[in-house]
């Protein structure tokens, strides 16, 4: 279950993906454009969050106890995964505003 904590513009939210277990958590995360989501990386190992395209978005290597944020463009369902851990998989579902 996602967290909203509310939002810097009108309209916008910031959610969160927990990292933990090895896995992202919601793995299927229904989003706004402009929306917030940050990647809190609760494992003892670093992680990525990084779109399969690899150009969307990507995190670069999320440390143990750190967080990664930003700001969702696009549309439709962006499909992203740990490139240090390529089993972890998990959605981006971004809708219009
Ligand atoms: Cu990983």
Same mark, same amino acid.
């Given at each position: 279950?996602?967290?909203?904590?509310?939002?810097?513009?009108?309209? &916008?939210?910031?959610? !969160?993906?927990? !990292?933990?277990?090895?896995?992202?958590?919601?793995?299927?995360?229904?989003?706004?454009?402009?929306? %917030?989501?940050?990647?809190?990386?609760?494992? !003892?190992?670093? *992680?990525? &969050?990084?779109? @399969?395209?690899? %150009?969307?978005?990507?995190?670069? *290597?999320? &440390?143990?106890? &750190?967080?990664?944020? *930003?700001?969702?463009?696009?549309?439709?369902?962006?499909?992203?995964?740990?490139?240090?851990?390529?089993?972890?998989? @998990?959605?981006?579902?971004?809708?219009?505003?």
């Amino acid at each position: 279950m996602a967290a909203v904590l509310g939002g810097t513009e009108v309209g &916008a939210a910031t959610y !969160i993906v927990t !990292i933990e277990g090895m896995e992202f958590r919601p793995s299927t995360l229904m989003v706004h454009r402009g929306d %917030r989501v940050v990647w809190v990386n609760q494992d !003892i190992v670093p *992680h990525t &969050a990084t779109s @399969a395209d690899g %150009r969307t978005f990507d995190s670069g *290597h999320i &440390a143990p106890g &750190a967080s990664w944020e *930003h700001v969702v463009q696009g549309d439709g369902s962006v499909p992203y995964v740990c490139t240090l851990h390529p089993t972890m998989q @998990a959605v981006l579902d971004i809708r219009k505003r």
